[in-house]
């Protein structure tokens, strides 16, 4: 599986971006996804992830009500959509799929990863 993230960019605080992950292969609908950040000298850390077949979403708690996980299976596609963003929200996006079951929020757990797509929320 290829993962390919779109769609950051620069945008002031109580502002909203929508990030998308398109993936390759035919089996992008067995696979559950996450999206991961990492911020300049931090570590990566879990944001949100849903199942395979978009019935169960988990989030961090630093995005729970703001941000929204979804995907379109028909398009090979996860979104991030994220509402309200503050500017420690800023950092570089990462979707990654196939993650181990009751470990949706480790890194580690997951098989497959996209390049990132820098998101800058300015105050």
């Known amino acids: 599986v290829q993962l390919q993230a779109s769609g950051g960019g620069l945008v002031q605080a109580g502002g909203s971006l929508r990030l998308s992950c398109a993936a390759s292969g035919r089996t992008f609908s067995s696979y559950p996804m996450g999206w991961f950040r990492q911020a300049p000298g931090k570590e990566r850390e879990f944001v949100a992830a849903i199942s395979w077949g978009g019935g169960s979403t988990y989030y961090a708690d630093s995005v729970k009500g703001r941000f929204t996980i979804s995907r379109e299976n028909a398009k090979n596609t996860v979104y991030l959509q994220m509402n309200s963003l503050k500017p420690e929200d800023t950092a570089v996006y990462y979707c990654?799929?196939?993650?181990?079951?009751?470990?949706?929020?480790?890194?580690?757990?997951?098989?497959?990863w996209g390049q990132g797509t820098q998101v800058t929320v300015s105050s």
């Open positions: 990654a799929a196939d993650f181990k079951p009751s470990s949706y929020d480790s890194s580690s757990s997951y098989a497959y």
